[in-house]
């Protein structure tokens, strides 16, 4: 069925589409001009800060009024600071701390970053609540497992960047904190018991005034045994608008993701998830082309011709956005570095996107060394290292959310304040016995420091660990995941971050540089 050309921009107005390279290709510019609603960068997007500005500001000519978002949660998720690290600790790091006032200041500089670069909305915070340890998703993404812990800084969170101007997303509503399934694969499951815990980081941001909420692609059976929270009237409209009363723009996850497009595809996800009361969908983190974008908005304008999605839904949702685009607009100017009424924002950890070693001295930093906790089980003085170490970094396979290439450890840090200092990274086909075996014999009469992340959800980890320490009880255990136990090693360092600014703590833990 014909489909008409006003249908077709009504449904090009709820779109979030990604695309490739540094800068707007001309797919993306013909249809910002017709009024694609936004567009979503990723770090594959973004080589440096006049770069990011030239984008964003190539995007506005465009529309105005596009709506530019990013993952940008600092720590483990970062766009911005791909290619050097965070300069600025995660969330579960901040949650350690559990000082209200860092984790908004941290906010707040980030959002200058921001808005200097011409991002409009960053989707962020994570709300999650944390609950289950070996949670494959989330972990340091959250700010942490106790939910009225996770509301504080989320709102904090909220507070620091709308401050700049730059909208906030709590995401993944309604909680993805307690599940096992990454819902890029698989759909997970929201026990009944934990959703009052779950909601309550969300509903205290709605009360703080977020602007954007981020669906979950998780099954939430007290509320919905059929569909998952992104599909779901039952979560979406009758949870989140009418129970907790949230009338701002709800954006989708990325609707590519197996969870939501095993059964319907793409874009029926994507028909589906407007027609449950979602007003903005986000795509393109795998799938970042025209076909794709163009297979979303025609599915979306046949949901309608076919009665499957009433016209006056999708016009509330492409009017949901205008108005977050319009709140952004008179909030801050893009490009500007701060809110309108908004408090003063400072330079501090980021002073730039993306950060640099040299922006390592700030805020990030002190929060970061803030995080560390070091436990010593020796009565021998293992710190600090007596001379140059030889430094093992156990790196596990990460989730997609996070980008493989984000530089992470403690070797490179150490080099620095420790010169001579060996790094070994292995992955988990390398860490054989005779292997092992034979890093043993190389680190003979050095320090040893063996590097992990989230070595409780990784055997392979637990296993290397087991036959380095066997060998060598006077090694240092650095974590920089989550630490399920902290009676490893000589010493035990946990960092709660695998940003930058976390290595560098620790880093200058064993140097004894602090």
């Known amino acids: 069925m014909p489909m008409s050309g006003d249908l077709l921009r009504l449904a090009d107005a709820v779109l979030f589409p990604g695309f490739t390279g540094h800068e707007p290709p001309d797919w993306l510019r013909r249809r910002l001009g017709e009024g694609l609603a936004g567009v979503a960068l990723f770090s594959r997007n973004i080589a440096g800060p006049a770069q990011v500005s030239r984008l964003t500001a190539a995007l506005r000519a465009e529309n105005p009024s596009v709506l530019v978002g990013v993952d940008e949660e600092s720590g483990e998720v970062t766009r911005l600071e791909a290619a050097t690290g965070s300069s600025r600790p995660g969330a579960y790091a901040l949650g350690v701390v559990d000082d209200v006032a860092m984790t908004e200041t941290l906010a707040a500089d980030l959002g200058a970053d921001l808005a200097r670069a011409g991002i409009t909305i960053d989707f962020a915070p994570s709300a999650d609540v944390n609950s289950n340890p070996d949670n494959p998703v989330i972990g340091l993404r959250s700010f942490g497992a106790d939910p009225a812990l996770v509301s504080?800084?989320?709102?904090?969170?909220?507070?620091?960047?709308?401050?700049?101007?730059v909208a906030a997303c709590v995401k993944h509503f309604p909680g993805h904190g307690?599940?096992?399934?990454?819902?890029?694969?698989?759909?997970?499951?929201?026990?009944?018991?934990?959703?009052e815990d779950a909601?309550?980081?969300?509903?205290?941001?709605v009360r703080e005034g977020v602007k954007a909420v981020m669906t979950g692609h998780l099954l939430v059976p007290s509320y919905d045994g059929d569909l998952p929270?992104?599909?779901?009237?039952?979560?979406?409209?009758?949870?989140?608008?009418?129970?907790l009363g949230f009338q701002g723009m709800i954006i989708t996850d990325a609707i590519e993701m197996a969870a939501v497009t095993a059964a319907y595809g793409i874009g029926?996800?994507?028909?589906?998830?407007?027609?449950?009361?979602?007003?903005?969908?986000?795509?393109?983190?795998?799938?970042?082309?025209?076909?794709?974008?163009?297979?979303?908005?025609?599915?979306?304008?046949?949901?309608?011709?076919?009665?499957?999605?009433?016209?006056?839904?999708?016009?509330?949702?492409?009017?949901?956005?205008?108005?977050?685009a319009a709140w952004t607009a008179s909030s801050g100017s893009p490009g500007g570095t701060g809110g309108a009424g908004g408090p003063a924002v400072t330079q501090g950890a980021g002073s730039g996107v993306p950060g640099g070693a040299a922006n390592d001295g700030g805020a990030g930093l002190l929060a970061a060394r803030r995080a560390v906790r070091v436990l010593r089980r020796s009565t021998e003085p293992e710190l600090p290292l007596a001379a140059a170490p030889h430094v093992v970094e156990l790196a596990p396979e990460t989730n997609l959310a996070i980008d493989r290439h984000t530089p992470w450890g403690v070797g490179e840090p150490l080099t620095g304040l420790l010169p001579g200092t060996v790094v070994t990274r292995m992955t988990a086909g390398e860490t054989t016995g005779p292997v092992l075996e034979r890093l043993l014999g190389a680190a003979a009469g050095r320090p040893l420091v063996v590097v992990v992340?989230?070595?409780?959800?990784?055997?392979?980890?637990?296993?290397?660990?087991?036959?380095?320490?066997?060998a060598r009880k006077d090694a240092v255990v650095v974590e920089m995941g989550l630490p399920a136990r902290s009676?490893?090693?000589?010493?035990?360092?946990?960092?709660?971050?695998?940003?930058?600014?976390?290595?560098?703590?620790a880093a200058e833990i064993l140097a004894g540089s602090l």
């Open 152 to 165: 504080r800084h989320a709102r904090a969170f909220v507070r620091g960047l709308q401050s700049a101007g």
């Open 178 to 195: 307690d599940t096992t399934v990454d819902s890029h694969h698989g759909v997970p499951e929201m026990a009944a018991d934990g959703v």
């Open 199 to 205: 909601l309550l980081p969300f509903a205290d941001a």
């Open 229 to 243: 929270a992104t599909l779901s009237p039952k979560v979406l409209t009758g949870l989140l608008r009418e129970e």
């Open 268 to 324: 029926g996800a994507a028909a589906r998830a407007i027609a449950a009361g979602a007003d903005a969908i986000c795509v393109g983190g795998e799938h970042a082309d025209e076909a794709t974008a163009t297979r979303i908005r025609d599915a979306i304008a046949a949901a309608v011709a076919q009665g499957l999605l009433p016209e006056d839904r999708l016009a509330d949702a492409a009017r949901r956005v205008r108005e977050l």
């Open 453 to 470: 992340r989230d070595a409780h959800r990784h055997p392979w980890q637990e296993e290397a660990l087991r036959h380095v320490l066997s």
């Open 487 to 505: 009676d490893l090693g000589a010493v035990h360092i946990a960092t709660y971050g695998s940003a930058r600014v976390c290595g560098r703590a």
